[in-house]
């Protein structure tokens, strides 16, 4: 699983496997999971199984400024103030705040506080408690992943100010919505909370930790939750099996109710299986990588925009969803924003999409112009230069790996000689955060919010990368330089006026769009599983409420919240 962005990574699914009841791995289940000890209850006892991908033994950790917190432990059991729903670019949902007011410079934020919340264990929940979380961050470096500046005060029980060291209206849904608020009474004795594990969480979510062992965990509905009615499920168990192939079989013998993974044969899975159901809900741009700055360190034809340019025309996009996307796969960008959700901030039209199919004649002008002549075996060189390029994946991430035998295949009528290499997961990571690649496949998406200037900030500002050999933190680890784009995001990162901001943006995608330092592929899919026998309302393609994959911290409380037992 990527340490970036794309948590959700193919499972690497046997389709065999999947259609085949008689060889079920279930020994993984620890306990038989909740569901199944429910199946045929009422209302008053209805249980569901989630498996968001753990396997092995679960380490204990409900520590939400713990950055291996296990992953309920944001939204279901501990609230932000609001929450910011990736499937939508709906305006951001109250939940522990009710509004919230930044002044003309942007340097003070006003928070009102929703009254009547209560905490798990009874006490009332306030302003304070707030501005106590945000004082612990500012004042504890090691919980600052966000880069908050802010010092908060409780001017009374529902009024919690921050004050910024300077504009700060970019950091509105990381304050907002990213950041879960904690007990002042419990965790001002909490003697180092950097490495508490908080075993006994106490919160203001809609369910309360009430089981955990190393094989699963129970969470149990919180009779204190603030919002009537809600929860309708009473207990949530959440497993880690030994493999992925044990997770689809427990999904198609009901034990496991909820769980989030690109299935091959899907269509044919739910036909054969009356009580499931699935959404799709593509979020994240698989992308191409490049190692782009031959100043910072880069080497190889890829640090020429002309062969990343080349790249960009020359895939077939249609035959790489048939061949790798199981034909869920949803067009992307070249301005990297998400199109079906996010089209109001592209500045212009024509950079909308990517093309569906392969521009060869393009591609080789392209290449030509820029002196790439083709050589006796069809690839093409420069200066003594073969255009051949090294591409890494992780192993095991079967539709990455297809991605790559499919492009080397495509390119090859370019000119461009394609390698593709499968190496372990850390190596994967530690070659994209030094540099240490040519080309390598990992997604972009899921920022703090569908505002353009988060993932713009990430992945082009060169105040966040590096020289090859120094680590980029998983920024813009293609090394991409551009003073243009440095002075765009200044200009939109000092305002909060998306028309001044949608104009920077314009800049911004002219110049990424002809550079191309990461090269849209499609905005893959996102599929997730459900077991509608024992409980309804979960999210759908008509009605994405929320964002509804099981690995995702925040939207996992509130489809928890909205699903009901079924009749």
Not at 73 to 97: C, H, K, M, Q, R
């Amino acid at each position: 699983m990527s340490s970036t962005l794309s948590r959700p990574r193919r499972l690497g699914l046997a389709a065999a496997a999947l259609l085949s009841l008689t060889s079920l791995a279930l020994s993984g289940c620890a306990g038989g999971g909740g569901a199944s000890n429910d199946a045929g209850g009422g209302a008053d006892n209805t249980s569901i199984t989630v498996f968001n991908g753990a396997t092995g033994t679960i380490a204990e950790n409900f520590n939400p400024f713990s950055s291996t917190a296990l992953q309920p432990t944001l939204g279901v059991i501990f609230e932000p103030l609001f929450w910011y729903n990736a499937a939508s670019d709906d305006p951001p949902t109250p939940l522990l705040a009710e509004s919230f007011e930044w002044n003309d410079d942007g340097t003070q934020l006003t928070i009102k506080t929703r009254d009547g919340v209560k905490w798990s264990d009874g006490e009332p929940f306030t302003a304070k408690d707030v501005a106590f979380t945000f004082n612990l961050v500012n004042e504890t470096p090691e919980l600052n992943t966000t880069g908050l500046a802010a010092t908060a005060e409780a001017t009374d029980d529902t009024t919690a100010v921050l004050t910024f060291e300077e504009n700060s209206f970019m950091q509105e849904p990381s304050v907002l919505g990213n950041r879960g608020i904690v007990p002042e009474h419990i965790w001002k004795d909490i003697a180092d909370p950097i490495t508490e594990t908080n075993p006994d969480p106490i919160g203001t979510g809609p369910f309360k930790v009430k089981d955990f062992t190393a094989q699963s965990y129970l969470l149990e509905k919180n009779d204190l939750y603030w919002e009537e009615g809600k929860p309708a499920i009473n207990e949530v168990r959440y497993i880690s099996l030994d493999t992925a192939d044990a997770a689809t079989g427990a999904l198609l013998a009901g034990e496991v109710d909820w769980m989030s993974s690109f299935l091959p044969g899907l269509e044919k899975i739910l036909a054969d299986n009356e009580g499931l159901s699935y959404v799709n809900t593509p979020a994240l741009t698989a992308s191409i990588f490049t190692c782009s700055s031959e100043k910072l360190g880069c080497k190889g034809p890829q640090t020429d925009p002309a062969v990343r340019q080349a790249i960009y025309q020359g895939i077939d996009r249609e035959q790489l969803n048939a061949l790798a996307g199981g034909g869920f796969a949803a067009t992307a960008s070249p301005t990297l924003v998400i199109p079906d959700r996010d089209a109001d901030w592209i500045a212009d039209p024509e950079n909308t999409e990517t093309p569906a199919n392969a521009n060869v004649e393009e591609a080789r002008k392209v290449l030509e112009d820029a002196g790439w002549v083709e050589g006796s075996d069809g690839i093409r060189e420069k200066d003594g230069e073969r255009l051949s390029l090294g591409i890494q994946t992780v192993s095991g991430y079967s539709d990455f790996i297809s991605l790559n035998d499919a492009m080397s295949q495509q390119l090859r009528e370019v000119g461009i000689e394609l390698k593709p290499t499968a190496i372990t997961y850390n190596e994967w990571v530690n070659n994209l955060n030094i540099g240490e690649y040519q080309l390598t496949l990992e997604s972009i998406g899921l920022q703090p919010s569908n505002n353009p200037y988060y993932a713009y900030e990430k992945w082009y500002n060169s105040a966040n990368t590096t020289p090859v050999g120094e680590s980029a933190l998983n920024n813009n680890t293609a090394r991409y330089t551009n003073p243009k784009v440095d002075e765009a995001l200044s200009v939109a990162r000092s305002t909060n006026d998306e028309a001044v901001q949608k104009e920077q943006y314009g800049i911004i995608q002219e110049e990424i769009v002809r550079d191309m330092p990461y090269i849209p592929i499609y905005v893959n899919s996102m599929l997730t599983e459900f077991n509608t026998d024992r409980a309804t309302g979960w999210p759908t393609n008509e009605d994405p409420y929320a964002l509804p994959a099981t690995w995702k911290s925040w939207d996992n409380g509130i489809v928890l919240k909205n699903i009901t037992p079924t009749e």
